[in-house]
């Protein structure tokens, strides 16, 4: 970093908490100042994070069956991306690119162990040695929390009913409620704060055979809806998969059979995820009304995402993993303070990433990003006047798991109108034409008039996972 930008970092944070200065301090100088009304502080962050929820599990992504009134509203509120997507699709390693911004091949966490990047170059490292009070409530799964890296860490996850300390149990999103309030609440005031509400719900609880154990208040809730099935939640698909998946070793097969391979399991099942899903909307309406009763709504950068998207079903597998679109796209709701007004409400089909969170966070702290950090900053997305110049393509990757009969190894190059897979332990290559075939059932690989692309395709996955590294 140029001593000329550490020192106008140092002299921001000596102004600020001294209650004078500009706000927002951007390494680039570009936004010097541009803030609203409240020109006295930095932007608090408080990132809602949710676990296996796909793009669609909104109602304001046109899902008709789930409630979701809050983070409908939070999007009415702020910017929606309906092509966000995650490089690697797996609890462990989507948290350690979302805090390093670094795909996997870089930051080393190929399962759910700590990440190999200093912690000095993640997003809550920086924060909190450049002044910000930094707090992580939830689900961790990267190892053992480092709990002395932060200023608040609450951790926990792997089942919905947790015994406390009196002997009675608490649902694990009236926890997250729980201890998102008390960082809230005693939080120093002479700091920003960063927060990240880190939900168990909606994963299931692998080793229950309910699977999703929602509160029992939820229960009333979907009771006379008929869930829709998928219309490739079908065996012809489940077949169409290449050999190694489309078998009953597959761990996405045996989770399908956990979960949906009855009519009457499928609904139950996807009612009570659906349930779960409606009380974190529930509890993210509860700790965005505490940033409005501390009158802070208007200072806090507000971010809704997800650590992976999931199957209901669809190609006959449940879980995630594997590059199709149901597995790799998740929600992103922005609301920031600094957004014009002509894009409150907006949506947008950029490809961003999950990698592309933590730049994005620490420059709108005004910290620079380090320069092993792989992501982009998504604001001039919805901040900047005229085309932001924006990636259409990229690479994604997910180790095996286990064994290459449990869950194999899964690369692509996804675009918006192709998708190249290739499966590295068996060779294989799969093409999809998504405007054609959107839900990907009609491999391409093999068909002569295609070549072409394949070939095209083929050549420019591999310089992205070079560059990945």
């Not at 996807?270 to 009763?293: F, H, P, Q, W």
């Not at 990907?440 to 394949?454: F, I, M, Q, R, Y």
Request: aromatic share 12%; net charge negative.
């Amino acid at each position: 970093m140029k001593p000329s930008v550490m020192f106008c970092r140092f002299l921001f944070f000596a102004l600020t908490f001294a209650g004078f200065g500009n706000p927002v301090l951007r390494a680039d100088d570009a936004s010097v100042g541009a803030r609203t009304s409240d020109t006295n502080r930095p932007l608090n962050i408080l990132l809602l994070y949710a676990d296996d929820w796909r793009h669609d599990t909104l109602g304001v992504a046109g899902n008709p069956v789930v409630q979701t009134p809050t983070l409908d509203q939070l999007a009415s509120e702020g910017y929606r991306f309906t092509r966000n997507c995650v490089t690697t699709a797996i609890c462990g390693i989507s948290r350690a690119t979302l805090f390093t911004g670094q795909w996997m091949s870089r930051h080393g966490n190929r399962s759910f162990k700590m990440w190999e990047t200093p912690w000095e170059e993640t997003f809550p490292g920086l924060l909190r040695s450049n002044g910000y009070y930094v707090g992580h409530v939830g689900k961790w799964h990267n190892g053992r929390i480092p709990a002395d890296r932060f200023d608040f860490a609450r951790a926990y996850g792997g089942k919905h009913w947790i015994e406390q300390k009196d002997g009675e149990k608490i649902h694990v999103t009236q926890k997250n409620e729980k201890d998102a309030l008390e960082f809230l609440q005693t939080r120093p005031d002479d700091k920003p704060f960063c927060l990240t509400v880190a939900f168990f719900a909606t994963h299931a609880e692998d080793k229950n055979p309910l699977q999703f154990l929602p509160q029992p208040e939820s229960m009333e809730l979907y009771r006379d809806v008929t869930i829709p099935v998928p219309e490739n939640a079908t065996q012809e698909s489940f077949e169409r998969l290449p050999e190694f998946v489309g078998n009953e070793k597959n761990e996405g097969r045996n989770r399908w059979h956990w979960r949906f391979d009855t009519p009457e399991k499928f609904q139950t099942m996807m009612k009570n995820y659906y349930r779960l899903a409606t009380e974190v909307d529930s509890t993210c309406g509860r700790l965005l009304s505490e940033l409005e009763r501390q009158d802070i709504a208007e200072n806090t950068l507000v971010i809704f995402t997800t650590d992976n998207g999931y199957y209901h079903a669809e190609h006959g597998l449940a879980d995630k993993w594997y590059p199709h679109e149901e597995s790799i796209r998740v929600p992103l709701i922005i609301r920031d303070p600094r957004m014009p007004q002509e894009a409150v409400g907006q949506t947008s089909e950029a490809m961003t990433l999950n990698v592309d969170l933590a730049p994005t966070i620490l420059l709108a702290a005004g910290i620079e990003p380090p320069e092993t950090m792989q992501g982009k900053d998504i604001s001039p997305l919805y901040r900047s006047e005229g085309d932001v110049e924006w990636r259409e393509e990229y690479f994604y990757e997910h180790p095996m798991h286990k064994s290459s009969d449990f869950i194999p190894a899964s690369e692509a190059l996804v675009r918006k109108d192709w998708k190249y897979f290739y499966w590295p332990e068996f060779d294989r290559e799969q093409l999809f034409h998504l405007t054609n075939d959107p839900i990907e059932e009609h491999d391409l690989a093999t068909n002569p008039e295609h070549a072409a692309k394949l070939s095209e395709m083929r050549e420019r996955f591999r310089e992205l996972k070079a560059s990945a590294e």
